[in-house]
DNA sequence: TATGACATGTAACTAGTTACATGATTCA
DNA sequence: TGAATCATGTAACTAGTTACATGTCATA
């Protein structure tokens, strides 16, 4: 029941499996899966580092094997150290705000290029979140949303996807007609 | 003239030491003041980390020692292989969007937590959104910008900051009335 | 019977973090 | 002369990526 030690303020992909497991067990390849689809918009993972990850929380006793099915499947369940670990994460570390945004990176550059190209760029940018602010309002419409846990915070995280990238394509469109 | 062979995609924390030094030579210790200051909302980097890469960068013939200073101080200019890099990462490499976001990563998982601890949660982040808000009205009207490169990009840059901050401000907003 | 999805794992690498270590110069 | 700042570097670690490697099971 009690908390392993663990003053590291890192280690999200570890929370992300815990909070994923919380729900019901599962496989590393189901939660692959998720990290590929709904997952892969908020955090990043791949099979490599996840199959990883999962031998060094059943090593700490966060994870344990629940069932084995075919194929080598190995089903996990989170334990009640994992769930202690994943509360205290969520209500007593504060978030770490490491900043990297690629595409932001470019901007500050962009007078190194002729101005045709940095706008060409710019509206690149303005594309993609077009694209992706549909892809969301799809998603969004082709989900039966109830009023469970999951559906209320799920469709918070859609709700901040959707919102970011209609800032993101009106913020390119006003910054391509910057360009001089 | 002829830029240096390199198929890999990443290393921004490169083509962010290549941005600045083609603004003007600097030393490792300027780098670090500016990626601790403006730069540190679009990319960190670490002093160690720093160092590191301009070693790496100098063996490549990207950067060169311009002029040597007291205390060890080594000031880096930018070569033509260098500058055409950049150009290269600017306007042929397309943008990797591997996202990491671990505030939002906790959203998911806040039906793990009791109501008033996940409202707690999200009102912190729209508290911390309003005081980055705030911090970059008052960095905005604190710079005389003109109308160079520097001037308009840079601009651009905090101009989505300050978009971004007002979007996740609202958003956090909205998410906390969610919470039942 | 062959293809594709299921399923797990390892090796070698690059990127990034934390902590330590050292010394020079300025200025109160 | 003592503290702050300037200035560079290294060692040991954790996190993340790419590529390879292997084998199972369902079904067309």
């Not at 496989?27 to 908020?42: I, P, T, W």
């Not at 205290?88 to 290029?113: C, I, K, M, Q, S």
């Not at 309002?137 to 469970?148: K, N, P, Q």
Request: proline residues 2%.
């Amino acid at each position: 029941m009690s908390r392993v030690e663990c003053q590291d303020e890192g280690m999200s992909l570890r929370h992300a499996i815990l909070g994923l497991l919380e729900e019901h067990p599962m496989s590393g390849y189901d939660l692959l899966k998720r990290f590929e689809q709904a997952m892969s918009n908020v955090w990043a993972a791949t099979q490599s580092q996840l199959y990883g990850e999962l031998g060094k929380l059943e090593a700490a006793g966060l994870i344990r094997v629940h069932a084995e099915g075919p194929r080598g499947r190995k089903e996990y369940e989170i334990t009640d150290a994992g769930r202690a670990e994943l509360r205290h994460w969520l209500v007593d570390v504060e978030p770490n705000r490491v900043t990297r945004n690629e595409a932001l990176l470019r901007v500050y550059f962009l007078g190194a290029v002729a101005p045709e190209r940095a706008r060409e760029y710019l509206e690149s940018l303005g594309d993609t979140a077009r694209r992706r602010e549909g892809r969301l309002e799809d998603l969004d419409a082709s989900i039966d949303w109830g009023d469970d846990d999951a559906s209320v915070y799920g469709r918070m995280v859609l709700e901040w996807g959707k919102r970011f990238s209609v800032m993101q394509r009106e913020w390119a469109e006003w910054a391509a007609g910057q360009v001089k």
